[in-house]
């Protein structure tokens, strides 16, 4: 752990205050649900929970299905990391930070197809390969995260079959998370 230098006080109420820039380093949005453990030498540790990376087992299994049905690379992502994928690099994208682009599409709470037109969505922090096909994931009205199918390196346009593949892994993710 990193020492912060930055002291806060517990209020009357039990809460405290975590600092903006923490927060804003971290990604740490209003109603963001966190873990709180206790540790060793009397240590307190939030951790940034995440539905969809409790179910990581199951993810990685469903995305290694869909990438050999569709023939696409495909990611499973909650609200902040890549957590599983296949297909494509294990490597280069798993646990990989997601850029602000997708965080911003999977709050529109809309499925986003890239047709070869406009700026390409790029789901992951410093890496150029973009996504064809994003698709939020919703568990109880709330956004846990996304399913992508990655584009080739030609631009193809996704078959319709992707898009509709990736709406029913979304669905059932999300059902999953309500359950």
């Known amino acids: ?20 820039e923490i927060r804003r380093t971290m990604r740490i949005r209003d109603g963001d649900p966190l873990e709180i453990y206790t540790g060793p030498n009397e240590e307190v540790v939030f951790k940034k929970y995440s539905p969809v990376g409790e179910m990581s087992e199951f993810a990685v299994q469903y995305a290694d299905v ?71 994931i919703l568990a109880a009205g709330d956004v846990a995260g996304c399913v992508c199918f990655l584009a080739d390196d030609k631009g193809t346009t996704p078959a319709e079959s992707d898009v509709r593949l990736a709406q029913v892994a979304a669905g059932f993710l999300g059902k999953q998370m309500e359950e």
């Open 1 to 20: 752990m990193k020492a912060t230098g930055i002291v806060r006080r517990i209020d009357d109420l039990g809460r405290v205050v975590i600092p903006k």
């Open 66 to 136: 869909m990438a050999r049905v569709s023939g696409t690379p495909v990611m499973i992502c909650d609200r902040d990391h890549v957590i599983a994928v296949a297909g494509e690099s294990k490597k280069e994208f798993l646990e990989q930070r997601l850029s602000r682009q997708l965080e911003q599409a999977m709050e529109d709470r809309q499925p986003v197809v890239f047709r070869g037109e406009g700026k390409p969505l790029l789901p992951v922090e410093g890496r150029e390969r973009a996504a064809s096909v994003m698709v939020p």
